[in-house]
């Protein structure tokens, strides 16, 4: 493995087991956060590939600075795509002489406001893919919007025209995209022309609807008419009969007609209507499916704890599992659906709601070995976690990582463990002993991982950027 000298120094480093992993640590380097600006900036002048610049959570200035001035195109088109950039970051980067860069800067405005002479500079910008891209800008100023819609380019004309950008083109330049030469461009006028019929919601209407989805859709969402209903319960499709059994405005008693039905998907749906009583839902037999469905219903009760608390007692599992996934419930409520007899209802508890106590995320991911989002939750972490580093599981042993102290040994040999996610994890842990890290930095360990290390002291980052 790597070697330190007695003194731990960085100029003592030296590979002994191959190559080294100069793309690994470059790529675990550019995500570390504690990688100071000159190391950063190291990485720029080393050539490594760009799109970290936009990855990563934070840019210090002089990194954002050297990012932009950089003579590479790739580097300045990959600080373009950052999420947050400074707006006159990327005024200076559309008015790059790279249309490249430009076009990534056009982009990029769509969610970072620029100045009106940055975007008067990307409508007039002799690449017509930039200049299709300016349309989406946020804050376009009218008048660019009509220059662009009047573009030499078909392109540029067709990303111009949309549902809401109609209305702001004067009744001239409407026209003569309505009679466009181009067909991309009379299409887009038509996209943004299109008006949704309203679903229709009387028996004669429906016939007349010769579109199946709109039918299905009708079936599942439109407030019905009396005689529609009555109709959509006999339909001979499933499909409209699961629908028309979903939607609650249909009555009741049709509803209660299609309890017996012979295709499940119907059952369930009559088992999951909001007007039902406790009684009338248990006399459905239906089958769980794999995945439980949402009840919007469910939701609307989230301010009322007694109805909460009465609906976490359902006899429907499924009612109970979307009680469990609203985010905040009372304490009452979570201490009933925590000792729920089905795993399902625990398991939506842990995942989404964020009053349910840590026990139970612990509980509820060692049963399953998941999900992984439990792990990174900050309820999970708990001490006692470091004794399941012995578990044969590896989901349990990456799990040993969310004792608050752990200890060095448990740490160094999960960095050294046999499963490659457990072994990465530990090596990317801040509390790892410093041997340990330098041995997941080998080419056949954990190199990028053990790069991206915070814990990993600046001079030993300087050196695996000389030794690569």
Avoid: K
């Amino acid at each position: 493995m790597l070697e330190l000298s007695a003194h731990q120094s960085a100029a003592d480093w030296r590979p002994l087991s191959g190559p080294p992993p100069a793309r690994a640590w470059r790529s675990g380097l550019a995500a570390n956060p504690g990688a100071p600006a000159e190391v950063l900036e190291r990485l720029l002048e080393d050539g490594a590939e760009p799109g970290w610049l936009a990855r990563r959570p934070e840019l210090s200035a002089p990194v954002l600075a050297a990012a932009e001035r950089h003579p590479r195109w790739t580097v300045r088109a990959a600080l373009a795509e950052r999420p947050d950039l400074p707006a006159p970051v990327l005024a200076a980067l559309a008015g790059d002489h790279e249309r490249r860069v430009r076009r990534a800067a056009a982009s990029a405005a769509h969610r970072v406001p620029l100045p009106p002479a940055a975007l008067a500079g990307l409508a007039a910008d002799r690449d017509p893919e930039t200049r299709r891209r300016v349309p989406g800008c946020a804050g376009l100023p009218p008048e660019l919007l009509v220059a662009l819609a009047q573009d030499t380019s078909p392109l540029v004309r067709a990303a111009a025209v949309r549902a809401d950008s109609w209305p702001q083109l004067p009744p001239a330049v409407r026209t003569a995209l309505r009679a466009d030469r181009d067909q991309a461009v009379r299409a887009a006028v038509r996209r943004a022309l299109r008006v949704e019929r309203e679903l229709p919601v009387s028996l004669a209407g429906y016939i007349a609807e010769s579109d199946p989805l709109r039918r299905e859709r009708t079936a599942a969402s439109a407030p019905l008419e009396r005689a529609l209903g009555e109709w959509l319960v006999l339909d001979d499709d499933p499909r409209i009969r699961a629908a028309a059994a979903g939607n609650p405005q249909l009555p009741t008693d049709l509803a209660l007609a299609l309890a017996a039905d012979p295709h499940e998907a119907v059952r369930l749906a009559v088992s999951l209507r909001p007007d039902l009583t406790e009684a009338q839902r248990a006399a459905v037999a239906y089958r769980l499916p794999d995945v439980p469905p949402a009840l919007p219903w469910v939701a609307r009760w989230a301010g009322d704890p007694a109805e909460l608390l009465r609906l976490a007692r359902s006899a429907h599992p499924l009612v109970r599992c979307a009680v469990a996934a609203l985010e905040r419930l009372p304490d009452e409520v979570v201490a009933v659906l925590a000792a729920d007899r089905e795993l399902m209802v625990r398991l939506a508890l842990a995942e989404h709601c964020a009053d349910a106590p840590g026990e139970l995320l612990r509980s509820v991911y060692e049963q399953l070995l998941g999900p992984a989002a439990l792990v990174a939750d900050g309820r999970f972490a708990a001490p006692g976690l470091a004794a399941w580093a012995g578990r044969a599981e590896p989901a349990l042993r990456l799990a040993a990582l969310r004792d608050p102290d752990p200890g060095p040994g448990v740490l160094a040999a999960l960095a050294a463990d046999g499963d490659p996610v457990v072994a990465r994890a530990a090596a990317g842990d801040p509390r790892l002993p410093l041997r340990a890290l330098l041995g997941a930095l080998e080419p056949d360990a954990q190199p990028e991982a053990a790069a991206a290390n915070p814990a990993l002291p600046v001079p030993f980052m300087h050196r695996l950027l000389e030794l690569s």
